[in-house]
């Protein structure tokens, strides 16, 4: 049975701290989605990463896939208010027909 | 603006009574599909659709049907509601041959909190 494990499920951390969020699968993929969902609001898309080695970088936030250990990252530096959010992780295990989601990690940053 | 549409944003229903989730892209997207939301289990497909009249099985498609006559839209229909399928419920498109670009992505709706009593 494919599963996507993401952990930590939740996650409070002081601003200007550093923290990484990890993404594990248990199926052959080399297509990864971070999603960050706002309380009350829809998914918007964060990075795609299409082979082993990616690293995408965006602001605060970087994300990395290793396609052999079947595990992507998505590290958080200096973490500011903004970034709190629901965080979830999808890997493409059909080229784009079936994406399974993990279960999502609430990461609220305190003052 | 480029906007996949879902409607209704809140719905309350009663086991058995039929329902419709409209869903309407306008980024001419050949790919869409339907999720629900449930806390702790992230989001689970139910039905996707590569083309007009192409649709398939997701992950958890018991109790739901849906149907693609146009490019545009996707609605979900539940014939006979029931409370386990109360649940938020997002559709999502993108462009077909997301195995062969380097850069797809999900577009999602606003999503549809649904309550069945």
């Known amino acids: 049975e494919l599963k996507v494990e993401q952990n930590p499920l939740f996650l409070s951390m002081q601003e200007g701290k550093n923290y990484t969020i990890y993404c594990n699968y248990s199926?052959?993929?080399?297509?990864l989605y971070w999603y960050r969902q706002d309380p009350g609001k829809s998914l918007e898309s964060l990075f795609v990463?299409?082979?082993?080695?990616a690293v995408k970088q965006e602001g605060r936030l970087m994300a990395s896939l290793d396609t052999k250990a079947r595990l992507s990252t998505l590290h958080i530096t200096a973490a500011v208010h903004d970034l709190s959010a629901t965080y979830f992780c999808?890997?493409?295990?059909?080229?784009?027909?079936?994406?399974?989601f993990g279960a999502g990690t609430r990461l609220t940053v305190k003052p | 603006e480029a906007q996949v549409t879902q409607n209704p944003r809140y719905l309350i229903t009663v086991t058995g009574k039929k329902l419709t989730v409209t869903c309407s892209q306008n980024?001419?997207?050949?790919?869409m599909s339907w999720y629900r939301q449930d806390p702790g289990l992230g989001l689970r497909q139910i039905y996707y659709?590569?083309?007009?009249?192409?649709?398939d099985k997701g992950d958890v498609p018991e109790g739901y049907k849906v149907s693609r006559k146009e490019k545009r839209n996707f609605p979900l229909i539940l014939e006979s509601p029931s409370p386990n399928q109360t649940s938020l419920y997002f559709c999502?498109?993108?462009?077909?041959?997301?195995?062969?670009?380097?850069?797809?992505?999900?577009?999602f709706g606003s999503g549809t909190q649904l309550s069945v009593l």
């Open positions: 999808a890997v493409d295990i059909d080229r784009g027909n079936d994406m399974r």
């Open positions: 659709s590569m083309n007009v009249e192409v649709t």
């Open positions: 990463l299409l082979s082993n080695g």
């Open positions: 199926t052959t993929s080399d297509r």
């Open positions: 980024m001419n997207h050949e790919y």
């Open positions: 999502a498109s993108s462009f077909v041959g997301r195995g062969l670009a380097t850069n797809e992505k999900l577009f």
